[in-house]
T-cell receptor, first 114, second 110 residues
Framework: GENVEQHPSTLSVQEGDSAVIKCTYS??????FPWYKQELGKGPQLIID?????GEKKDQRIAVTLNKTAKHFSLHITETQPEDSAVYFC?????????????FGQGTILTVHP | EPEVTQTPSHQVTQMGQEVILRCVPI?????FYWYRQILGQKVEFLVS????????KSEIFDDQFSVERPDGSNFTLKIRSTKLEDSAMYFC????????FGPGTRLLVL
């Protein structure tokens, strides 16, 4: 089955710096890659996703890149702010749709220092 | 904005007891899921539910687990005889396409 590895497990940056979180996946059939942000006491919230027919997607300060050949995808946050501090999870899913079983990475604790 | 809700937020139970975790998915969603996260570990898929039946389940989802949509709004996860290793945060999610997660129920089995 699918296995998703995520690095780093913790990331500490200064406000205004960029943060990059990387994930690799094992199943070449995976086609959908969401990123979730989890704040204390809340469930994971989708922040951006990408499908395998796209190499990069941006939404304001957040971008995701996908390299299907190498089976890795990355989350980039620019101009980080203290409110970006949270746990970030990558996930992967086989098939063309976004419904169905998600396989998650281990999570990255991002801390943005003012 | 519509959201997935879960009750209770915390549940403490004795080993061997039955627990029912409750979820109210987003109203127009068609697919429902349970995931769990043992402390310090990955979020793990348990089961997905569509059209009033299980569409996929993981190896974790054995005979001790069951899911039900008893009415048009609730989606429940029952653990028949809890074990210590069932202690985890349980997340419900629902989707049309994108999966939206609830805040979770923290289950502690003593």
């Amino acid at each position: 089955g699918e296995n998703v590895e995520q690095h780093p497990s913790t990331l500490s940056v200064q406000e205004g710096d960029s943060a990059v979180i990387k994930c690799t996946y094992s199943d070449s059939a995976s086609n959908y890659f969401p990123w979730y942000k989890q704040e204390l006491g809340k469930g994971p919230q989708l922040i951006i996703d990408i499908r395998s027919n796209v190499g990069e997607k941006k939404d304001q300060r957040i971008a995701v890149t996908l390299n299907k050949t190498a089976k890795h995808f990355s989350l980039h946050i620019t101009e980080t702010q203290p409110e970006d501090s949270a746990v970030y999870f990558c996930a992967a899913k086989a098939g063309r749709t976004s419904y169905g079983k998600l396989t998650f990475g281990q999570g990255t604790i991002l801390t943005v220092h003012p | 904005e519509p959201e997935v809700t879960q009750t209770p937020s915390h549940q403490v139970t004795q080993m061997g007891q039955e627990v029912i975790l409750r979820c109210v998915p987003i109203s127009n969603h068609l697919y429902f899921y349970w995931y769990r996260q043992i402390l310090g570990q990955k979020v793990e898929f348990l089961v997905s539910f569509y059209n009033n039946e299980i569409s996929e389940k993981s190896e974790i989802f054995d005979d001790q687990f069951s899911v039900e949509r008893p009415d048009g709004s609730n989606f429940t996860l029952k653990i028949r005889s809890t074990k210590l290793e069932d202690s985890a945060m349980y997340f419900c999610a629902s989707s049309v396409e994108t999966q939206y997660f609830g805040p979770g129920t923290r289950l502690l089995v003593l």
